[in-house]
């Protein structure tokens, strides 16, 4: 994340503003989005499909990432200043018109899904298909103290996108791997949230964190410990081999720090946790590619 910041703050004053509506300096979001689709195509795509595919996602991430984020960011620009670490997000603080970064967010936007057309006008329609998820997203933070399990739908719309264009649609292993990574995301999102807990409360956003105070880390242990079930779940349904079970020890390990971390009054022992998420969808993916060590090719 430091070297993504640092790149943002070489760039010109006028067009730094941009880059970070669009969270180009906080790369951790991106991988969030992008590692469940990877972990799709370790499951079921041979190498070349897997390396072409994997590219496209990776574009389609960062570009449909940042359009939310833009249009998170004017939406909830009157909670954002009353939280201090998002008081300086751009239209929060003023440094850009929200017209501005609504018109950036749509045009963004609109082309993410293109991005898949080098891949089948299926792939454009069903990435386009998950917008409407992350759009809505912003809205429920002001309803429901659960916006979380909506966002974790969104993150992970990938898999959906995968399994459709390689396998015809998700089945009953593609829905375990869904459940298993929603439940992770579930997680992630409620250590983020804790972050801003106390301001959340002032500023009257609805989440998980706010409504559980320290009960928000029996709440991440449980929705962990139910994605690593289905994972397993899910490795003996896809056949998996031996070699994705240690790996799937990993994953369970590092889940299991996150949650001992996360210590829901302690702002920067939650940001670490959060932070290691890269590293844990990683281990995922790791898991299952070794699990199908013998069939890729």
Same mark, same amino acid.
């Given at each position: 994340?430091?070297?993504?910041?640092?790149? *943002?703050?070489?760039?010109?004053?006028?067009?730094?503003?941009?880059?970070?509506?669009?969270?180009? #300096?906080?790369? /951790?979001?991106?991988?969030?989005?992008?590692?469940?689709?990877?972990?799709?195509?370790?499951? &079921?795509?041979?190498?070349?499909?897997?390396?072409?595919?994997?590219?496209?996602?990776?574009?389609?991430?960062?570009?449909?990432?940042?359009?939310?984020? @833009?249009?998170?960011? +004017?939406? #909830?620009?009157?909670?954002? /200043?009353?939280?201090?670490? %998002?008081?300086?997000?751009?239209?929060?603080?003023?440094?850009?018109?929200?017209?501005? +970064?609504?018109?950036?967010?749509?045009?963004?936007?609109?082309?993410?899904?293109? *991005?898949?057309?080098?891949?089948?006008?299926?792939?454009?329609?069903?990435?386009?298909? @998950?917008?409407?998820?992350?759009?809505? $997203?912003? $809205?429920?933070?002001?309803? %429901?103290?659960?916006?979380?399990?909506?966002?974790?739908?969104?993150?992970?719309?990938?898999? +959906?996108? *995968? $399994?459709?264009?390689?396998? =015809?649609?998700?089945?009953?292993? =593609?829905?375990?791997?869904?459940?298993?990574?929603?439940?992770?995301? !579930?997680?992630?999102?409620?250590?983020?949230?804790?972050?801003?807990?106390?301001? #959340?409360?002032?500023?009257? *956003?609805?989440?998980?964190? !706010? &409504?559980?105070?320290?009960?928000?880390?029996?709440?991440?242990?449980?929705?962990?410990?139910?994605? +690593?079930?289905?994972?397993?779940?899910? @490795?003996? !349904?896809? @056949?998996?081999?031996? &070699?994705?079970?240690?790996?799937?020890?990993?994953?369970?390990?590092?889940?299991?720090?996150?949650?001992?971390?996360? #210590?829901?009054?302690?702002?920067?022992?939650?940001?670490?946790?959060?932070?290691?998420?890269?590293?844990?969808?990683?281990?995922?993916?790791?898991?299952?590619?070794?699990?199908?060590?013998?069939? &890729?090719?």
């Amino acid at each position: 994340m430091a070297r993504a910041a640092r790149w *943002v703050d070489r760039a010109p004053a006028g067009v730094r503003p941009y880059l970070e509506a669009l969270r180009l #300096d906080r790369p /951790v979001g991106v991988w969030l989005l992008v590692l469940p689709g990877w972990i799709a195509l370790g499951a &079921l795509a041979g190498a070349r499909d897997g390396v072409v595919l994997g590219l496209l996602l990776l574009v389609y991430g960062v570009l449909s990432r940042g359009a939310a984020c @833009g249009l998170n960011d +004017v939406l #909830d620009a009157r909670f954002d /200043v009353q939280v201090p670490r %998002t008081a300086g997000r751009p239209v929060a603080s003023g440094r850009l018109r929200a017209g501005r +970064v609504l018109a950036m967010s749509f045009a963004v936007g609109a082309v993410a899904p293109l *991005v898949m057309a080098l891949w089948s006008l299926e792939a454009v329609l069903w990435a386009a298909a @998950g917008a409407p998820l992350a759009a809505l $997203y912003p $809205y429920l933070k002001r309803i %429901t103290h659960w916006p979380h399990v909506w966002l974790a739908f969104a993150m992970n719309w990938a898999v +959906v996108v *995968v $399994y459709v264009l390689l396998a =015809g649609g998700l089945g009953p292993e =593609g829905w375990l791997l869904y459940g298993a990574l929603i439940c992770w995301a !579930v997680g992630t999102d409620v250590i983020y949230a804790c972050q801003d807990r106390e301001a #959340d409360v002032g500023a009257g *956003v609805r989440s998980a964190a !706010v &409504l559980l105070g320290r009960r928000s880390r029996v709440l991440v242990g449980a929705v962990y410990a139910a994605g +690593v079930a289905l994972l397993a779940w899910f @490795g003996a !349904v896809a @056949g998996l081999g031996p &070699l994705f079970w240690p790996g799937l020890g990993a994953v369970a390990v590092q889940l299991g720090w996150q949650v001992w971390r996360a #210590d829901p009054d302690d702002v920067r022992a939650c940001a670490r946790a959060f932070g290691s998420n890269p590293l844990c969808g990683l281990l995922i993916l790791l898991a299952v590619l070794a699990g199908r060590i013998a069939t &890729l090719g």
